[in-house]
């Protein structure tokens, strides 16, 4: 399986000081005489690879059983 790992060079984004990272906004550096204008950030790093990272299918696996638990906090008798 092919991923694209997206990471921003800089602690904060330079166009709005957040820590978020979105596509529209590193692609596009939020141009707004061309909103949709492809212009990838300067900080923005991509990098495409055939494999996950070691861990990376167990934090998956994680996530999703987490997400199936139940929100009630009580345990079954």
């Known amino acids: 399986m092919s991923y694209l790992e997206l990471k921003?060079?800089?602690?904060?984004c330079w166009i709005d000081q957040t820590t978020q990272m979105?596509?529209?906004?590193?692609?596009?550096?939020n141009?707004?005489?061309?909103?949709?204008l492809f212009g990838p950030c300067e900080y923005l790093s991509v990098k495409s690879s055939d494999e996950y990272h070691k861990g990376e299918v167990w934090k998956?696996?994680?996530e999703m059983v987490d997400k199936s638990k139940p929100k009630g906090g009580s345990k079954p008798d």
């Open 8 to 12: 921003c060079r800089m602690d904060r």
């Open 22 to 29: 979105d596509l529209k906004k590193c692609t596009t550096q």
């Open 31 to 36: 141009n707004k005489e061309h909103p949709d």
């Open 60 to 62: 998956k696996f994680g």
